[in-house]
């Protein structure tokens, strides 16, 4: 069993996560629910933080808050001191609640609509990640009209395969996202933005993908880039303040996953950065990073209630628990894999292997395949390790099932962030078809 953070088994045999008990929050807030080891989320920020500065780079760690993002977490991001990656209108909405302070926001997205570019400069975000021409035309649109600056990032992609599913890659030729590096995308979108007056062009960004194992594909990147921003300084005098190198560290779900440390990630791609801006006779730019997944993924576990079983004789035994893909969509989108224990008999042997199913209308719906337990018997508390990452942000609510609750743990306490989805919450935007309805 692999234990992630401050999760350890209590002196009665139950899984403890910040010094809490998981059986007694289970009691009190209910099952499904969603458990944040908090101090988990401050060792990352701050190792991330910590390996810029011990080596000595200028650089800005933004929290990319697709991974999780609620007023409660990116509180905690300011508190760390990090920056914050946003990738729409809603995300930006909830910075905003958080009062998380806007010259830290970056902006990103590949369709960035009007009104989200307009909340982006009423707000006065950091930096706005341009993605396509049609963006760039319309934000210089904007804020020539608004007679407003704003400091802007252009996403390129490099045209690199990452090692990962195919629909977590980003950074490949054939991709949604960014200006083409070698088409001569990017030079376009760069030339055009350098003449404009309301633009303040700070650098490049790219990301390669998510759940990446290697560091190949992050120093070929800043490799790739560093080579083009050698050329632009000599063709377009342009001298870039910033490289983005995005998120995308991978982190251990299970024994098949070999990770490194979020901070060796941090680590090359400096040395890379080194390198290559002393080999082109660059200034060494700040180095700006996106992790998400990395930041919370393992900081996050989910608990079920074990239900009705299924035995298949001779094929497999099934174990539905009260939630499935509306509070983890990864497995039945992804194929992800996960581990779990039963956390109310965490010392108990394993004697079976059973397969986790949801409780949708969808075969589809399973959490996990293969998971050796002991017997389950209802009401066992079942975790679910890892799912701090695009597990609550990706929720929804298929077959009108309310999203569960997220808490925080930590030195002992536990704190609500998140409230239960109530049945009258499914339906607060329902409106009436027929006249003389309750709703
Ligand atoms: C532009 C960008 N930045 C950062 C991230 C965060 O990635 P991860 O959660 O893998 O660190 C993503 C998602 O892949 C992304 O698309
Ligand atoms: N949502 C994906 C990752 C996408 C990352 C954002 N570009 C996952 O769960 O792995």
């Known amino acids: 069993m692999h234990l992630y953070g401050t999760a350890n088994i209590n002196e009665i045999g139950h899984l403890e996560i910040g010094g809490v008990d998981t059986v007694t929050l289970a009691k009190k807030y209910g099952t499904p629910l969603y458990v944040y080891d908090v101090a988990l989320i401050r060792k990352r920020a701050r190792a991330f933080k910590k390996t810029f500065e011990s080596m000595g780079v200028k650089a800005q760690v933004a929290y990319a808050s697709k991974a999780f993002s609620t007023i409660a977490m990116i509180q905690l991001v300011e508190e760390e001191g990090l920056s914050l990656d946003v990738v729409s209108g809603g995300e930006l909405f909830t910075a905003i609640k958080a009062e998380f302070p806007s010259e830290r926001i970056h902006f990103h997205g ?88 309301y633009l303040d062009v700070l650098g490049l960004h790219c990301h390669i993908g998510s759940q990446i194992f290697e560091t190949t594909g992050f120093k070929l990147a800043a490799k790739k880039l560093l080579e083009k921003l050698a050329e632009w300084n000599e063709s377009l005098l342009f001298e870039a303040s910033v490289l983005n190198l995005g998120g995308g560290f991978g982190i251990r779900y299970t024994d098949e996953d070999a990770p490194l440390s979020p901070e060796s990630y941090v680590v090359e791609m400096i040395d890379e950065v080194r390198i290559e801006t002393e080999r082109l006779g660059l200034a060494l730019p700040e180095i700006w990073i996106e992790p998400g997944r990395s930041m919370v993924g393992d900081a996050g576990t989910t608990l079920y209630s074990v239900g009705s079983q299924k035995d298949v004789p001779n094929i497999r035994k099934y174990l539905a628990v009260d939630g499935g893909m509306t509070d983890n969509l990864r497995p039945a989108l992804y194929d992800a894999k996960y581990e779990a224990i039963l956390a109310n008999r965490a010392n108990e042997k394993t004697t079976e292997t059973v397969a986790i199913a949801g409780k949708c209308c969808e075969s589809g719906d399973m959490l996990i395949w293969d998971l050796p337990l002991p017997e389950a018997a209802p009401n066992d508390i079942l975790a679910v390790f890892c799912t701090g990452a695009y597990g609550y942000s990706m929720s929804n609510n298929y077959n009108r099932i309310p999203r569960p609750p997220v808490v925080f743990v930590e030195n002992g306490t536990s704190q609500l962030v998140v409230k239960r989805e109530s049945y009258e919450d499914l339906l607060r935007l329902d409106l009436s078809y027929v006249e003389k309805s309750q709703v």
Not at 121 to 140: K, P, Q, R, S, T
Not at 144 to 169: M, N, S
């Open 110 to 197: 590949n369709n960035k609509s009007e009104s989200e570019l307009l909340m982006a400069l009423d707000y006065h975000v950091g930096c706005i990640v341009v993605d396509n021409f049609h963006e760039l035309y319309l934000l210089a649109q904007l804020c020539e009209q608004r007679k407003q600056e704003v400091k802007v990032l252009l996403r390129v992609t490099p045209g690199i395969e990452a090692h990962t599913h195919d629909y977590i890659l980003t950074g490949q030729e054939d991709s949604k996202f960014g200006f083409d590096l070698q088409n001569g995308q990017a030079e376009d979108a760069l030339t055009y933005a350098i003449q404009n007056q």
